[in-house]
C-alpha cells in the first residue's frame, strides 16, 4: 500500500515530474510531492490516502479551498480529516456516534497562512539529557514490553513553550528532541525497498500492544512513525524511501495489530539521522522510530 502507484523503486524514479516555483524545487512522483526549500527538503503525502489503502469507506465534500474527508468504522465512529487541495493535513477529529467530536491532530497554522514549510522549523535549545540515552532512545530489540509502553508515553524531557502545528513537529529536530523514542530496530528493510517480510512484520506486536495500551486511557494520542534510510544513494531517493517505510510500519500496525490509523502520522527523514555513521550500506540505518508527539501539538 506505501507504494500508492509503484511497485518498485524504479518505478517511482521514473515517473517523478520536477518544476520550479520561484526558488522551491517541487518533483512530484507517484505517491509524494518532494520540496526542496534552500538548503532544507521535506516530503509530503495526501494524509487521506492511507485510510483508503487499508479499506475505509469514505466520502470526499469539497469546502471553498479544503476538502472534508469522512471515513466510517462499522461502529458508527466517524473520522473526519480536513486537507487542503495538496492534500496537507489541517484538522482531524474522531466523531463518536452521539455526534460528539474529539480532536486528535490540530495542524491549522497560526497567524502565518502563507508560509514556505521552511519557516514552520522551531529552533530551541538542545534539551538536557536526564537519563542514559539508551532510555532516552530505547532499542525494540533489547526492550520489553514494559519498557517500550514507558518511553511512548513518558512526558517530555524538557518544558514545551507553547502548542505547536504537526508541521511544526515533524519538520523540527530540537522540538521532537523533547520526547523520548524507540528505535524499531526488530524490522530493517532491504536496499532500495520498503517493504516488510511476513516474519518481520510479527515482530511488530510489542510495539502494537503498547500503543492500543497508551490510547485505553488516552485515546487521542498522536505517535509519529518516522522513516529512515543509510547514506547510500541520492538524498532525494532517501526521502522517498524512508517516508514509504514508515508508512509501511503504520499500516501493518494498523492492519494486522488493530492500531487506530486516525492515532498515527508518518514521516520519512531519509539519510539525515544516521543510527551508526557510516557512508556504507547499513541495514541498521534502514528502520523506523516511534515517538508519542501528542505533548508537543497540546503544549503541555
Do not use: C
Not at 531517493?237 to 517505510?245: F, I, P, Q, Y
Not at 492492519?255 to 555513521?277: C, H, I, M, S
Amino acid at each position: 500500500m506505501a507504494t500508492q502507484g509503484a511497485e518498485r523503486f524504479d518505478d517511482v524514479r521514473s515517473r517523478r515530474e520536477e518544476r520550479r516555483d520561484g526558488d522551491v524545487t517541487i518533483i512530484r512522483e507517484p505517491g509524494r510531492t518532494i520540496i526542496r526549500d534552500d538548503d532544507r527538503v521535506i516530503i509530503r503525502r495526501d494524509e487521506t490516502q492511507a485510510f483508503r489503502d487499508l479499506g475505509f469507506q469514505g466520502r470526499t465534500e469539497r469546502l471553498g479551498d479544503e476538502n472534508r474527508n469522512v471515513f466510517e468504522r462499522p461502529d458508527g465512529t466517524r473520522i473526519v480529516t480536513i486537507t487542503d487541495q495538496d492534500g496537507r493535513l489541517i484538522r482531524r477529529t474522531r466523531l463518536d456516534r452521539n455526534g460528539e467530536e474529539y480532536v486528535i491532530i490540530d495542524n491549522t497554522r497560526r497567524d502565518r497562512p502563507n508560509d514556505r514549510f521552511s519557516d514552520e522549523i522551531v529552533v530551541l535549545p538542545p534539551p538536557p539529557l536526564p537519563m542514559p540515552r539508551e532510555r532516552y532512545i530505547v532499542d525494540a530489540e533489547r526492550a520489553d514490553e514494559r519498557l517500550i509502553y514507558e518511553t511512548i508515553m513518558a512526558p517530555p524531557i524538557a518544558a514545551i513553550p507553547r502548542r505547536y502545528t504537526l508541521d511544526e513537529v515533524r519538520y523540527s529536530p530540537d522540538l521532537r528532541a523533547r520526547m523520548r523514542s524507540v528505535d524499531i530496530d526488530t524490522v530493517t528493510f532491504e536496499t532500495g525497498s520498503w517493504a516488510i517480510a511476513p516474519d518481520q512484520a510479527q515482530r511488530l506486536a510489542t510495539i502494537a500492544q503498547s500503543i492500543r495500551q497508551g490510547l485505553q486511557g488516552s485515546p487521542n494520542e498522536v505517535f509519529l512513525v518516522e522513516g529512515h534510510t543509510d547514506a547510500v544513494g541520492s538524498d532525494i531517493d532517501n526521502l522517498s524511501l524512508s517516508d514509504r517505510r514508515a508508512q509501511s510500519v503504520a499500516e501493518i500496525l494498523t492492519r494486522d495489530f488493530g492500531v487506530p490509523a486516525e492515532n498515527l502520522t508518518t514521516q520519512g527523514y531519509g539519510e539525515q539521522y544516521l543510527k551508526v555513521a557510516t557512508q556504507e550500506p547499513s541495514r541498521e540505518n534502514r528502520r523506523v522510530t516511534l515517538r508519542r508527539i501528542t505533548p508537543l501539538l497540546a503544549g503541555r
